[in-house]
């Protein structure tokens, strides 16, 4: 008898059959199992049948997918790969309407499989879909499944997009120009102009030349179609040659695209799914790197004309006062106006900004508020020249710095990050958005200034306390510009400082032999506190996206524990669930006897391939997997900080190990701090409640040092 580890209990099913209740060998050669299969319902011919999972997406089975095969799974006998590609390439060329219709609606279906689609393009197949579109003669749902079924064989890299007709380009983006053409057809033919864009540096110039930013604008009105279309602009935004990004972007301002993204995206009236927000960080972050060039420059002190900029500052500060007419005196005043400005220089404040980042692009800054913000301009150079030396809080040193910190903080240069969704409403209200956020963020400095009673030496510190309360403003995720206001209001210095040591109690351990002895006393039961709510966590279950070459096409599953603690259930989804999945509905399950460990980053299967580029540092932070019996394993991308935490803990605690992440770290002094300083309340009796304080369940109700959003 062969190991119980290498024995798959399955059933198969057949059209008009009674299902056979079989075991496989792990260790048989599939080809036989089949054979032994076809022989149970007297099929002939076993080299012409193979075997598909019934359910979910009913993927082929193959030597190298077999081990995913779990205890129960039900099976489906059918026709080989290589007999279903020739089957419908056939159908799709017949001249019956409906029956071409049905061949390409099956083969739509079938081209997520990698093992079809393999078989489907060694027999020319995807020429045959071009010259179908090229054509011109397929419309409505008959188009629809073409396009889906070319996407979908063109997603697996089997074929190069360079092969790609400059005949089929202009028939895709003939759909996109026209102005009544099916959502389902629209859409796809979006997509793989997308697809083109990111994967050919030829077909970007082609396609380029045929999709204008006012027609993809035009779509943006559609609900349906918002996200291909801007996903379709942030793709020949990124590969645009550096030359053409600014012409790109003045084209984009003018068209309106901001304001159109405003009013019917982010103040439509749907929620928000995350493939958009995805897209609409994408647009931030490839906004903000238009500003990387200013930010890299260095100043040249010999160019008269940035010079002048200068020279307008103090202008602009000082009412234009009339200059004496000795050259002595002359530079004696503008040494003295420099230095009253804020210069580190006073003699030739142009040194100040030699330095990358931020070079040139705070200058900027500077200009855009003596010219945009004259009012508070002035105020912030006079208020602060006229302040006793020790106190004054320099304006240029200030800018520069300030402008060095927005650059850090908004990671303006780096590239999208996969998986990231932190796009900020408030810089799609503004057309100056950059700007007006160093306006508001230079009246802040001001102000901590002024509450630090800061002098020179303190300039470090309060740089430090102006990037917290700008962080942690930027966490609450205004609305707008001035809803960013309001809120950096309310993180006034004493408010920080508030903050820093409600945080600093809950991780003090206080030195005091009582006080550690009380926290060693506490920390076992509340420990167990928190591993019974990651617990809890796990039987709720948790959705996890499925990442594949195409973000817009999203593909969910979900994982939850049973409430024995006994079985991890999972399965595919549709859509992304609004609440609870039954354990029903999640036909695949692992024991937890089965589990061996967890790993997680680099050391998960599904990461070891992955490259270390800088869009996949996200998706790496947040992959685990379980490793369980016989040598398989259940890959996780976690959908944020908080999730990929409470299930990495959850399973070790699942599995008796250490809960290590920085969230239980967190959880735990919180909640210990909590707990001392109600029994430090009474210093008399400091015998241990029956009842701890509860462990918060959602990321929204933790007030602690991280934030995960």
């Avoid at 004493?494 to 991780?507: A, K, T, Y």
């Amino acid at each position: 008898m062969p190991p119980h580890s290498d024995i798959v209990k399955v059933a198969i099913e057949w059209p008009g059959a009674n299902a056979q209740l079989i075991e496989i060998d792990q260790k048989k050669p599939l080809s036989s199992i089949i054979r032994e299969v076809c022989d149970g319902w007297s099929l002939s011919g076993s080299e012409q049948f193979a075997l598909r999972y019934a359910d979910g997406p009913q993927l082929y089975i193959t030597e190298q997918s077999r081990s995913e095969m779990k205890n129960g799974t039900i099976l489906r006998l059918a026709i080989s790969p290589a007999r279903a590609a020739r089957q419908l390439l056939d159908r799709i060329q017949s001249h019956g309407i409906d029956a071409r219709l049905e061949a390409l609606k099956e083969l739509a279906k079938l081209s997520a499989d990698p093992t079809f689609a393999t078989e489907f393009i060694n027999m020319e197949g995807i020429g045959t879909l071009a010259r179908l579109v090229e054509s011109g003669t397929h419309f409505g749902e008959m188009l629809a499944f073409t396009l889906t079924a070319f996407l979908e064989l063109m997603d697996h890299g089997i074929v190069s997009w360079d092969l790609i007709s400059l005949s089929f380009i202009k028939q895709i983006a003939g759909y996109v120009n026209q102005p009544m053409v099916d959502v389902s057809i629209l859409q796809r033919s979006l997509a793989i102009l997308e697809s083109m864009v990111l994967n050919s540096h030829s077909l970007y110039h082609r396609v380029a030349q045929d999709i204008t930013v006012g027609q993809l604008i035009g779509h943006l009105s559609n609900q349906e179609i918002q996200t291909y279309a801007i996903a379709l602009i942030n793709a020949l935004f990124l590969k645009a040659p550096e030359d053409r990004r600014q012409e790109m972007a003045s084209t984009l301002a003018q068209k309106h695209l901001r304001s159109i993204i405003l009013n019917h995206v982010i103040r439509g009236n749907r929620p928000i799914k995350a493939e958009m927000a995805h897209q609409l960080y994408v647009l931030q972050v490839l906004t903000f790197n238009l500003l990387e060039e200013r930010m890299m420059t260095k100043m040249d002190p010999s160019d008269q004309a940035q010079r002048d900029i200068i020279f307008e500052l103090r202008r602009i500060a000082f009412d234009g006062e009339n200059d004496p007419s000795g050259t002595e005196k002359r530079k004696a005043m503008y040494t003295k106006d420099y230095k009253m400005l804020g210069f580190t220089n006073h003699v030739n404040p142009a040194m100040d900004f030699t330095q990358t980042p931020p070079g040139m692009l705070a200058l900027d800054n500077m200009l855009y508020l003596a010219k945009l913000h004259q009012d508070t301009y002035i105020r912030i150079v006079l208020e602060n020249s006229s302040r006793e030396d020790k106190h004054e809080c320099p304006f240029g040193r200030c800018a520069i710095e300030l402008t060095r910190m927005l650059c850090e903080i908004l990671q303006v240069g780096e590239l999208p990050n996969e998986g990231c969704n932190d796009y900020h409403p408030m810089f799609f209200t503004h057309d100056r958005a950059w700007e007006e956020f160093f306006c508001v963020c230079i009246q802040l400095l001001n102000k901590t200034w002024k509450e630090m009673r800061a002098t020179a030496e303190d300039f470090n510190k309060v740089m430090q306390v102006v990037r917290e309360q700008i962080t942690r403003a930027l966490a609450m995720k205004p609305s707008s510009l001035d809803h960013l206001k309001g809120k950096l209001r309310g993180l006034s210095y004493s408010e920080i400082l508030r903050l820093r040591q409600s945080e600093r109690m809950s991780q003090d351990d206080f030195q005091s032999p009582p006080i550690i002895e009380l926290r060693e006393r506490i920390q076992p039961e509340i420990l167990e506190l928190i591993k019974q709510q990651r617990l809890n966590r796990l039987c709720e279950g948790s959705c996890f996206r499925k990442l594949g070459n195409r973000r817009r096409q999203e593909k969910f599953w979900f994982c939850r524990l049973s409430l024995n603690h006994k079985v991890l259930h999972y399965g595919d989804l549709d859509e992304s669930p609004q609440g609870e999945v039954p354990l029903e509905l999640l036909t695949d399950k692992i024991p937890v006897s089965d589990i061996k460990s967890v790993v997680t980053g680099k050391d998960c299967p599904h990461m070891k391939e992955k490259s270390a580029l800088k869009q996949n540092k996200e998706v790496l932070e947040l992959a685990f997997s379980v490793l369980h019996d016989p040598d398989e394993n259940l890959n996780f991308v976690a959908p944020n900080k908080y999730e990929y935490c409470v299930w990495t803990d959850g399973l070790c605690a699942l599995l008796g190990r250490e809960m290590g992440s920085d969230l239980t770290r967190s959880d735990l002094d919180t909640l210990i701090s909590m707990e001392m300083k109600l029994r430090l309340l009474d210093l008399e009796n400091i015998a241990i409640p029956e009842t701890p304080p509860p462990v918060p369940k959602e990321p929204s109700t933790y007030n602690f040092t991280y934030n995960y959003g």
